[in-house]
Every structure is written in C-alpha cells, then in structure tokens.
C-alpha cells in the first residue's frame, strides 16, 4: 500500500461512526482506482467539470494487427492478450507516469517530463516483447510520441463523466504510433517532443523524415532508434542526397538498402519509389515534405 493509500486510510479512520463511513469511501475510491485514473480515485467523489490546460507529453502504445488477431482467435484468449499487454504497460511504469487511458489494443500514458516519457517508453516495450515471448506470442506493440497541450479534466454531464486526456497532444502522438507501420519501425518520436527532452536523447534517436500527419497542418520531424549495424549509416546517406534533390543517388542507395535490409526492405522499397515520384516535381515547389493521410 502506498503513501497516498496510508495517509488516506489513517485520516479516514480517526473516529469510530465516522471510520466506517470514511472505510466505505476509501473501498469506493480503491476500486475506482482499478478502473481510471488515481487522480479521480482519490478525489472521488468530489470531482467536478472542470478543465485544465496543460503541457504534457503523450505516448501512445498499439498491438499491431490486432484486428488479424482477434479475428484469429477466441475472445476469451484475446481478452488475455490484452491483459498482459495492460499489466506490463502498469508494472513498468514510470512513478511519475500516468496511465491515462486504455483502450482496448490501445494504451495511452502521459508525462510532465519528455526524456522520461521517452526512455520509459522504451522500457516498457522491451518489458513487452518479453512478456509476449514468454508466452510463444509473436505479438509487436508499437509506441508514438509526442509533446503539446492537452485538456486535462471530466467531460460528460450530470449523468455520465469521464476523465479524458484530449488534445493536439494525444492526436498527434497516436499519429506517431501509425506512422510505425509505414517505417517499419517500433517507436517514433515527433521532433517536438526530442526538443523538449533534451541533448542526450536527441543523440540515441535519428530522424527518419519530414511529416505532415492527417488532420494536421504543420509538419513534424520524426525520429526513430538507430538500429545496429550499417543500415542507418547508408540511410542518413540516402536521406541527405533526398533534402538535397540528388534523388537518383538517393534512390540507387535505397535499393541497395531494400536488398539487405532484411524485416525493413519494404520501406527502402518506398524510399526508392519515392525518390523516382519526386525527382519530376519542379524545385519550387518540391517541400519534401511526405504527406501520411492513413490515422
């Protein structure tokens, strides 16, 4: 039991009719708390419409193909999927996390600070690929984040409330997370949320491109993890020959790099598309910049 749940219960507790009450409250807000988010949980049931403008920054997890996965197996097995996915994402949080919403193949954290968002993130999708291979699963989670105002607060009415994180941050970060499918990559960060986290981890992470997402009009950087090896030395190469319009040499290294880039071919495969699409397009008004319009 924590420090909050102690110095809850203590409090609560001091007087004996008054104990009883204060016992049921404390039940009310300990299985409240299984449910949402332990700010509401502590506060209820006192909490209010309200709201409450902040900066945070949101990482947004996914099982990918979990369509193909349900659609695969029983519902009681892809109920448990989903519960060791939940579990580990809870056990590895960060103290200073908030699980902010679950939503089904879905999970949604957010936190005050960017460099702890992203190297919590990574650990709790290295927890995950464990997890997973430790019950023969061959299940990936993919992550997406990214730093900006968010709506912190209960909407609803009198009748239904619901305690939401809403914003251009949480839109933006589940951007982020679908972009992973088309990079073929398990973690990306927008360049906004690199920024605020700060030199040491601007240098681990390596911008793969230029993203304007949909339903957003301002582009984004987007930066993944490095992978070992050669791979990313020839893709930096590649990328600095495309922001510079030298695009058959871009394209000649990208096609090499589809030959020996094993589980991510298929994205050197569309950078070489790319590059011979673009090389047509006049010099003003090339931007490239790369248009993602799937959620």
């Given at each position: 039991?924590?420090?909050?749940y102690?110095?809850?219960?203590?409090t609560?507790?001091?007087?004996?009719?008054?104990?009883?009450?204060?016992?049921d409250?404390?039940?009310?807000?300990?299985?409240l708390?299984?449910?949402t988010?332990?700010?509401?949980?502590?506060?209820?049931?006192?909490v209010k419409l309200?709201?409450?403008?902040k900066?945070?920054?949101?990482?947004?997890?996914d099982?990918?193909?979990f369509t193909t996965?349900?659609?695969k197996f029983?519902?009681d097995?892809v109920?448990s999927?989903?519960?060791?996915?939940s579990?580990?994402v809870?056990?590895?949080l960060?103290?200073s996390?908030?699980?902010?919403n679950f939503?089904?193949?879905?999970?949604?954290?957010?936190?005050d600070?960017a460099?702890i968002a992203?190297?919590n993130?990574?650990?709790i999708?290295?927890s995950?690929?464990?997890a997973f291979?430790?019950?023969d699963l061959?299940i990936k989670?993919?992550?997406?984040i990214?730093?900006?105002d968010?709506?912190?607060?209960?909407?609803?009415n009198?009748?239904?409330?619901?305690y939401?994180?809403?914003?251009d941050?949480?839109?933006?970060?589940?951007?982020?997370?679908?972009?992973?499918?088309?990079?073929d990559?398990?973690?990306?960060?927008?360049?906004d949320?690199i920024?605020?986290a700060?030199?040491?981890?601007?240098?681990?992470?390596?911008q793969?491109?230029?993203?304007?997402?949909?339903?957003r009009?301002?582009?984004?950087?987007?930066f993944?993890e490095?992978a070992p090896g050669?791979?990313y030395?020839?893709?930096?190469?590649a990328?600095?020959?495309?922001?510079?319009r030298r695009?058959?040499?871009?394209?000649?290294?990208f096609?090499?790099?589809?030959?020996i880039?094993g589980?991510?071919?298929g994205?050197f495969e569309?950078?070489?598309a790319r590059?011979e699409?673009?090389?047509?397009i006049p010099?003003?008004?090339?931007?490239?910049i790369f248009?993602?319009?799937s959620?």
């Amino acid at each position: 039991m924590d420090g909050n749940y102690l110095q809850l219960t203590s409090t609560l507790l001091m007087t004996g009719a008054v104990g009883i009450v204060a016992w049921d409250d404390y039940r009310v807000r300990k299985t409240l708390e299984r449910y949402t988010n332990l700010d509401v949980a502590l506060n209820a049931p006192d909490v209010k419409l309200e709201k409450d403008v902040k900066i945070k920054t949101i990482s947004f997890l996914d099982v990918k193909g979990f369509t193909t996965i349900a659609s695969k197996f029983k519902a009681d097995y892809v109920a448990s999927i989903l519960n060791t996915f939940s579990q580990t994402v809870s056990e590895n949080l960060d103290k200073s996390g908030t699980f902010a919403n679950f939503l089904g193949d879905g999970i949604m954290l957010s936190y005050d600070d960017a460099k702890i968002a992203v190297e919590n993130t990574t650990k709790i999708l290295n927890s995950l690929e464990i997890a997973f291979r430790s019950v023969d699963l061959s299940i990936k989670v993919t992550a997406g984040i990214h730093t900006g105002d968010i709506f912190i607060g209960t909407v609803g009415n009198n009748r239904r409330m619901d305690y939401a994180f809403i914003g251009d941050a949480a839109n933006t970060a589940s951007r982020m997370q679908s972009l992973c499918g088309y990079y073929d990559e398990k973690i990306i960060i927008s360049g906004d949320t690199i920024k605020a986290a700060g030199t040491e981890i601007e240098s681990r992470f390596f911008q793969i491109d230029t993203v304007r997402v949909k339903g957003r009009e301002a582009a984004l950087k987007v930066f993944s993890e490095p992978a070992p090896g050669g791979i990313y030395a020839g893709y930096a190469s590649a990328l600095s020959h495309y922001r510079t319009r030298r695009f058959d040499d871009a394209k000649a290294i990208f096609v090499n790099l589809s030959k020996i880039g094993g589980e991510k071919s298929g994205i050197f495969e569309r950078w070489a598309a790319r590059c011979e699409q673009e090389k047509n397009i006049p010099a003003k008004d090339w931007t490239g910049i790369f248009t993602h319009s799937s959620k």
